[in-house]
């Protein structure tokens, strides 16, 4: 006897074949892990987006800082015209000042006769008489140089009762703060007739009176060259108010210190 044998799992339609396509592109999917192929993708999408991102951000503060620039430009040529007004005001101001302290000082120098003469006469001693006072140029120490003492000095004539009261004369005038006690000195001293005084002449009998004998004095010194801000006192002694008054007056302002 035949018997059949027939195998129906192949009539099944898993095991059907699937009939195959001619002509045609075969396209296989990737099987697996996608993830790296996502995050590839990813990178390459998003690495332009963050560059252009980058760029834009980097045009805008470039654009900010190129105002801020131009606006601190503005600022450094005002800030230069201002400085420039300073310094010519700065000048201009040291000018002034610097002929102001030249008045000052010249005007600091001044020695008025009235104070110097009441400050003689309170030091000449009794048998000392002066018969007159002169003031002496300065002197010049070399061609082209300036004075050693802008403000001269003094020569002062008479007559003493002897050496001894000239050499005190000068003692004390050496102490007077108007004049330089290093530099007073005794020119001259010699021995004299004394003058007769006036209206007083020889009698007419033929008898000849000899006159006593005196010293006939030259005294030289210069003038101090304290400023006289710093005399106030003396000058005040001796009767120089006006002059002390504005010396005061200009301390107050700071134009003469104090």
């Known amino acids: 006897m035949y018997s059949l044998d027939v195998n129906f799992l192949k009539d099944r339609p898993a095991y059907q074949k699937k009939p195959e396509k001619k002509g045609g592109i075969s396209l296989k999917l990737p099987t697996g892990n996608m993830t790296p192929v996502y995050v590839g993708v990813a990178i390459g999408v998003g690495i332009p987006v963050l560059l252009g991102v980058g760029w834009w951000i980097l045009q805008g503060k470039i654009v900010e800082l190129e105002g801020k620039v131009a606006q601190l430009d503005q600022e450094s040529k005002r800030l230069d015209t201002e400085i ?6 700065k000048t201009e101001t040291n000018a002034i000042k610097g002929e102001t302290q030249a008045l000052v000082t010249v005007f600091d120098q ?3 006769w009235s104070a110097m003469l009441q ?4 030091r000449t001693p009794v048998a000392v008489q002066i ?12 061609a082209g140089q300036p004075p050693s003492n802008p403000a001269g000095g003094l020569e002062i004539n008479g007559l ?11 003692l004390i005038l050496q102490q007077s703060r108007f004049l330089k006690s290093s530099e007073s000195r005794i020119l001259t001293a010699t021995l004299v007739d004394a ?12 008898v000849i009176i000899k006159p006593p004998q005196v010293v006939r004095y030259t005294i030289q010194s ?9 005399l106030i006192r003396e000058l005040e002694k ?13 301390q107050q302002t700071g134009v003469i210190p104090k």
């Open 160 to 170: 003493a009762r002897s050496f001894n009261d000239v050499n005190d004369f000068l």
């Open 222 to 230: 210069s003038m101090s060259d304290v400023p006289a801000s710093e």
């Open 119 to 122: 400050d003689l006469r309170d």
């Open 238 to 250: 001796k009767g120089t108010v006006g002059l002390v008054t504005r010396i005061r007056n200009m």
């Open 110 to 112: 001044i020695r008025p």
């Open 195 to 206: 003058p007769l005084a006036p209206g007083v002449g020889q009698p007419t009998a033929g």
């Open 131 to 142: 018969d007159n006072i002169k003031q002496t140029p300065p002197i010049v120490a070399a």
């Open 84 to 89: 420039g007004n300073l310094n010519k005001i």
